[in-house]
């Protein structure tokens, strides 16, 4: 089946009762002995959150699916399952939460860890260590867009008995195919692209197999207890039924502002995957399907420039998150902590789902600021 239908009909339970061909919200939070569900309390099982783990599953391709309450919820699960004293690799960009997560909590529990630039796949090689348990890969990257071969990473990480995991919420299940691709394990933040339309907190860990690591990540969700509710399940359902779709026109948006940029006095850098001066294009073009819908840009005139450019678009909201149907910027260093390597003259654009003229024309008068 191709992933169109599968977003629209994976997790599809129709009630025979009532005839609902719409999915309702089962919000109690308890249930009586011996119903066909077997459903006895929400924390660790609830019909709507079942409905998304079943879609997950399908539009990854994968062998089980495990919903959390956020992107963050959904990636420390991932780390959670490992144990005292195992060793993981991460990329020196990775998502700030999760860098957070590793290197002042979890290091205090035992772990320990090494960053590379996944970029290169000697530097990658050469921090496998003897007790590596897992390679944790962001492609694109978060703000940089930065590209990693995802079937390079993994035959790495499979080489030395470890795990590959992808956080793949930029990319999405119909860009990239994670799985498919060799990764073990993808895990996305659903706030993003997947829920689409920024009125939910949303993640998601997706496996290849159905192991005991898989069944580690699920005890974490029934007694970590980070699962979503049936409400917000059935939401996030709602907003994958045109995931498809969605991407299609947030990458035809993007293509064409990425373009328009590229060309701008104003800005000396478009980090963009779709551009073919980005660095990592070719990569992106063997292991995605097109190149989403989010670009940073680096603009003349410093720090100052960029405040300005954010504080001037008249469409684009000035807010963080990304991956809804309306289009965010923002200016990125001040928002993350004082270590950050992001440029301070950067802007993180995320390319909603207006009229790509109108999107052109509000950044080239904030530019003009
Ligand atoms: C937003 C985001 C996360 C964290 O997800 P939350 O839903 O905010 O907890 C992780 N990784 C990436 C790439 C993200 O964009």
Known sequence: MKIETIAIQAGRNPDRQIGAVMPPIHLSTTFIRGNEGEYVYSRTGNPNRDALEDCLTALEGGAGAIAFSSGMAAMASIFQALKQGDHVILPDDTYFGVRELVTTMLVDWGLTYSMV???????????????????????????????????????????????????????????????????????????????????????IVVAKEDNDFLERIRKVQHIGGAAPSGFDSWLLLRGIRTLPYRMRAHCHNALKIAQFLADHPQV??????????????????????????????????????????????????????????????????????????????????????????????????????
């Open 268 to 369: 000396h850098t478009v980090h963009y995957p779709g551009l073919e001066s980005h660095p990592g294009h070719a990569v992106a073009q063997k292991q995605m399907s097109d190149f989403g819908g989010m670009m940073s840009i680096q603009v003349v005139g410093g720090s100052e420039k960029a405040a300005r450019v954010a504080a001037s678009t008249k469409i684009f909201a000035q807010a963080t998150s990304l991956g809804g149907v309306e289009s965010l910027i923002e200016h990125r260093a001040p928002v993350e902590d004082e270590n950050t390597k992001t440029p301070w003259d950067l802007l993180r654009i995320s390319v909603g789902l207006e009229h790509a003229d109108d999107l052109i024309e509000d950044l080239a008068q904030a530019l003009r600021s």
């Open 117 to 203: 630039d996944m970029t290169d796949l000697n530097a990658v090689d050469q921090a496998v260590q003897n007790n590596t348990k897992l390679i944790w890969i962001e492609t694109p990257s978060n703000p940089m867009l930065k590209i990693t071969d995802v079937a390079a990473v993994a035959e790495i990480a499979h080489a030395a008995g470890a795990l590959c995991a992808v956080d793949g919420t930029w990319a999405t299940p119909l860009l990239q195919r994670c799985l498919d691709l060799g990764a073990d394990l993808v895990a996305h933040s659903t706030t993003k692209y997947l829920g689409g339309h920024s009125d939910l907190l949303g993640g």
